[in-house]
Every structure is written in structure tokens, then in C-alpha cells.
DNA sequence: CTGAATATCTATCATACGATATATATTGTC
DNA sequence: GACAATATATATCGTATGATAGATATTCAG
């Protein structure tokens, strides 16, 4: 039962805490963790358990952040009882390192066709407006995806306040979702104005587009005050959607 | 000595989180507070402490949510000792809506000169082409405040945090910080584009474009991450007005 | 210089938190 | 059906948190 010498004041805080405790956790054994497979082991319950464990706890982190969210909460949501976490997920962190795993597979899911198809284009060759109705189609299948579903919704803000705060599920998100969308997306900009794939200002480029996505997003509720809607429904998404459009159509063409 | 009553159940939670307990605090009288004239108080002493006090936490509140920031933290950064916070604010929430106020006037006293001359402007007749320079005038100093200036930089994090989370001092920052921005913008984009001022294309322009600039600052760390850059200097802000000025060159043009 | 108003401290409270030890129940294998 | 592996529950630990009580020091008007 090694001494598990748990680093003295342990108690990671999230983000300006984030402070020292560089220290892998190196927790005593972690009964299951299943540690990267998602169905595994024989047994059935305990599988439906980590996974109510988990829907509970991405919408709980989606909500709010890592350490305004207790372990109570989740546990007692999911009608589980507190030493549950630590058996699936060793502690709150590693269920919270887990949210970001399953949100990532469950995003690729949704946006490898789109993504998948521009980067076939951008492999062969490819004419400015080619990419342009790349760029359209991939923005706007993010942009349905983050704003018109309730569901992604949540695991949304969960994205966007990790890439911003650089929490404990950093380099998990960053370098399997924020890379290769921006990347995708600047390559294409770049190809729309017919410069060097990695140039700077097309990556600029890339950010601000994704970034306007990502504020109706994240701002979702200050979106909605703003304009006086009450939901972002198709006809709302329509007009947001009209906007980006817009914006691309603008890539590449001197003003005036 | 008034017994200041503090509103009953102020207690509001800032997000999800922090389970029951919600008997209200209805502490007992608040000594100072000063309500809301900054210097107040004939005592010389007690303002200082309590500047100190709101400074640290300005940084703290900045960059760590509400959840995250612990009261010791703040008292132990401002060396003064624990109870000095409940003297002078109350309470942990006190001295959060008392930063969202600092910053409020901090902000406004940068922007107000560039909206002012965008407003007066909005009275008289004001071409397309004018208020397309008004815009991008008022963008770029916004810009230029919230990414340029480190100091700010902490400001705007509280701000954008606390709009998207609906946190305690939501209202305070909606209402004299939100609002007025977006109006602005937004009837500048609508003369721009010739329609009514409260056309709601363009209100959603505006918000794509506050939305892109508070992307770039909210978002600074990925930022630089995606760039490869080691900071935002003047360059670097360059680049972002750039792609923004092209934005609204854009705005009221046909595509083609 | 005095006395009240103001400011700051030390010590402590009750509670909520994340985590664990340990006992019991459930599941699948042979 | 026996038995190991797996899963769940109860009870509790140590600690960090926000807040308060109450004593003491400081400030300033008269």
C-alpha cells in the first residue's frame, strides 16, 4: 500500500491556484480507470455506471468550472454514491481529464465529413473558390453543431473554458481539437488568397473566424439578452450563419 | 450606524456549484462598505487598505474563476489579514461586484472618448463611408485597450467571464459595460449598411465582431499558442487590426 | 490630551470539500 | 454452487474554506 506521499497541500485549485503541484497525481491503484478502451471489462453494470457517472459530470463541467463543481454534485446526480467517482476515475480530475476525452471522440464524430473533405481538396489541387466553399462548409457545419445543438452546447463551454484557462485537459483538447481545426481552416483561408499555406495573417484569419463561432457559442446567454431571442433556432442560426458567410465572402477581395 | 441591511439573500451562487446551504447570511452590520463614493471617509488609513485590497483581487478575479479564488489568497497577496475583506466588503461576493464596478469605470474612461465622437456622429447625418471609419475607429480602440495593455488584459477576462457565466455582477457589467458597446457598434454597422438602426443583421454583425476581439483577448493564451507567438506587442496587434479593418471593409458589400 | 470613531489583529467557528478505509453486495466463470 | 473478480455503500478522515467574536491598536476631532 505504498505511502502515496500525495504531495503535501495536494488540493489542486484550478487555474490561478494551478500554482505548484506539477506532480502526476501517482494516486494509489485506481480499481478499473479503463484507461484509454471505452467499453471493456466483462462486467456490465459497472460500465452503465461510468457512464451515467460521465453524462453527469460533462454536463456539470459544462456549466461551470472544475472547482465551482463538487464531487457531491455529480455523484448524487448521477444517483451513484461518492466513492464511485474515485473507483471509475481514480479522482475528480482524472473524471475530468475523462470528460474532455469523450467530448473529443464525440466532436470528431461530427465534423471528420466536412473536415475530411476539405482536406482532400487542399491535397489535390484546389481553386481559390474551391476552398472558399470549403471554408463555408466547414465553418457552418462547426457553427450548427456549436450553437444549434442543445447537447454540444455544453460541451462547448467545456472546450472553450479549458483552451482558455489552460485547466488540466489542456493538451488532451488542444492537440486533438483546436489544432487540426485551425489548422484545416487556415490552410483553406491561405488557399482562398492564394498564399503559403502556414501564412500568418490566414492564421489570424482562422482564429477570428473561429473565434466569432465560438463567442455566439460560449456567449450563448449574452447572445440571446443582446438580440432579445429567446432560443437559437433555425431561423436565428440562419442569420448567424448569413453573417460568417458574409465574412468569408470578404477573404481575399480588396475593398472599395 | 445604520444596520446597511445588505439585501437578504444575497448569497447568490456564482454558478452551478456550492451545493445547499442557503440559509442567507444576513451578517451582521458591515462597518465601512462605502457604498458607493470611491474615496469617502475622513480616515486616511482605511482607503488605502482597502485599494490594496481590491487591486489584488481585480488580478486575482481575473484570472482564476470566482469558485477558484480563495479569500486567504487575496488577504494574504494584499498583506492584510483575513478579516480585513468582511470589514471593508462584506463578504467574498462584495468584493467581487466591487471589482466588476472598478472595472466598469476603468473602461469607460478609455472608451468613452472614441464612442462619444462615434455617438455624435450617430446624431447628426453621417454617411456610409463615415461611419465605416467611426467603426473602425471604435473597434480598434477597443482592440487596442483589451489586447494591447496587460493591465487590461486582466479586466477583461473578469468582464468576459462574468457575461458569459451570468455570475453576481452580471447586471453591473450588462448594463453600463455590454449595452452601450453594442448599441453603438451596431448603429454604426446599420448606417453603414443603410438600414434601420435597430436592424437585427446588424446587431448580429456587431456581436461577431465584439465577439472576435474578445475572442483574441479571452482567448489570448491559445493565441499565442496557435501563432507561435511569445506575446502580443504592437506587431502582433498589427495583424489582428488588420484582419479586423478588413472585416468591416467587408460589412455592406456585395460578394464578387 | 482625551475619547470616540475607525482600523487591524489573533483565535476560532461551523461547514463543505475531496478522498479513503472497510464492509457488503453483486456479477460472471469454472 | 463455489469462488474470485467486480461493484457499491456506510462511515469517517484530514483539511481548506468563508465567516465571526472579540481584543487591541490607530487615527483624528475637539
Not at 476552398?131 to 442543445?150: C, D, E, M, P, S
Not at 489544432?179 to 487556415?186: A, C, L, W, Y
Amino acid at each position: 500500500m505504498l505511502p502515496k506521499s500525495k504531495e503535501i497541500g495536494s488540493h489542486d485549485r484550478v487555474a490561478a491556484g494551478h500554482d505548484g503541484r506539477d506532480t502526476p497525481p501517482v494516486r494509489g491503484q485506481v480499481r478499473r480507470m479503463v484507461v484509454k478502451g471505452r467499453p471493456e471489462s466483462g462486467y456490465k453494470k459497472g460500465d452503465e455506471t461510468r457512464q451515467r457517472l460521465l453524462e453527469v459530470a460533462l454536463a456539470a463541467f459544462g456549466a461551470a468550472p472544475f472547482s465551482a463543481v463538487t464531487t457531491r454534485q455529480i455523484t448524487t446526480a448521477a444517483g451513484v454514491s461518492l466513492p464511485s467517482l474515485q473507483y471509475y476515475f481514480g479522482d475528480k480530475q482524472g473524471l475530468y481529464r475523462a470528460c474532455a476525452e469523450a467530448i473529443v471522440d464525440r466532436f470528431r464524430a461530427n465534423a471528420s465529413a466536412a473536415a475530411g473533405d476539405a482536406r482532400k481538396a487542399l491535397g489535390g489541387e484546389c481553386s481559390p473558390e474551391m476552398a472558399r466553399a470549403h471554408l463555408k462548409t466547414v465553418l457552418g457545419a462547426i457553427a450548427g453543431f456549436l450553437i444549434g445543438t442543445k447537447e454540444s452546447a455544453r460541451w462547448a463551454q467545456f472546450v472553450a473554458r479549458e483552451l482558455r484557462e489552460a485547466g488540466p485537459a489542456f493538451e488532451i483538447l488542444y492537440e486533438r481539437l483546436w489544432r487540426p481545426g485551425v489548422e484545416v481552416t487556415s490552410r483553406l483561408i491561405a488557399r482562398v488568397r492564394g498564399v503559403p499555406d502556414n501564412d500568418p495573417a490566414a492564421r489570424v484569419e482562422a482564429l477570428l473566424l473561429i473565434g466569432s463561432v465560438l463567442a455566439f457559442q460560449s456567449g450563448r446567454r449574452i447572445t440571446l439578452r443582446t438580440m432579445q431571442w429567446s432560443a437559437i433556432g433555425p431561423e436565428e442560426l440562419e442569420l448567424i450563419r448569413a453573417a460568417l458567410d458574409a465574412q468569408i465572402d470578404a477573404i481575399g477581395r480588396n475593398p472599395g
